[in-house]
């Protein structure tokens, strides 16, 4: 069981906006910046969003991050195949000293 | 940035192993290091932060009293010292700068 919670899957066809959410508590998301990572098969994590809504350089606008509260969320617009891929949220949490994961969310490009 | 780990095998239930990773193309020792494991088919979880200077380090609950992570700033090298380990800490192992860039993984095989 995640500290952050994700949902398993999402999908989407190519053109679309999708949205991935990441829930968490004030210890986590409430109270410290978020991040979101990519994780293509057999692959490293690859950073995406970092500090709620900024994005390394290299990184398509098309991905942004947004939070409210205690949740947070990543869009990814103008949905390409080489989306097709599982996505992570992260952050620091004050309670448990550590850093926590969501479960992170299996995207799917129909 | 680049960042290779090594050290990972087999090992049996209650056997320990040391995990290195080689850091380069950054100023190392002003760095926050991370190592975090994934097991086969399941998600990402983090293990252990060490600061730029070795002087706090942070772990998970599962693996409190069994790791260790430490640093040679003079190497560009990160270590976690694995002790005691179990069938659920097999997975694939990442040294991590600052959360931003990662390795490639080396994989731990805890078997009998």
């Known amino acids: 069981q995640s500290v952050l919670t994700q949902p398993p899957s999402a999908s989407g066809t190519p053109g679309q906006r999708v949205t991935i959410s990441c829930s968490g508590s004030s210890s986590n998301i409430g109270s410290n910046n978020e991040y979101w990572y990519q994780q ?12 709620n809504n900024q994005r ?24 390409r195949p080489e989306d097709e ?20 969310t299996k995207l799917t490009v129909l | 940035v680049q960042l290779v780990e090594s050290g990972g095998g087999v090992v049996q239930p209650g056997g320990s192993l040391r995990l290195s990773c080689a850091a380069s193309g950054f100023t190392f020792s002003t760095s926050g290091m991370h190592w975090v494991r994934q097991a086969p088919g399941k998600g990402l979880q983090w293990v252990a932060f060490i600061r730029s200077d ?13 790791f260790t992570i430490s640093r040679d700033n003079s190497k560009n090298t990160v270590f976690l010292q694995m002790n005691s380990l179990s069938v659920e800490d097999t997975a694939v192992y990442y040294c991590a700068k600052d959360l931003w860039n990662w390795g490639q993984g080396t994989l731990v095989t805890v078997s009998s």
């Open chain 1, 40 to 51: 293509l098969p057999g692959t490293a994590p690859k950073l995406l969003i970092y500090r």
């Open chain 1, 56 to 79: 390394p350089s290299g990184v398509p606008d098309r991905f942004s991050g947004s939070k409210s509260g205690t949740s947070a969320s990543l869009a990814i617009s103008g949905l």
């Open chain 1, 85 to 104: 891929a599982d996505y992570y949220c992260a952050a620091w949490d004050d309670s448990l000293s550590g850093w926590v994961f969501g479960g992170g």
């Open chain 2, 54 to 66: 070795g002087s706090n380090k942070y772990y998970v609950d599962s693996v409190k009293g069994r």
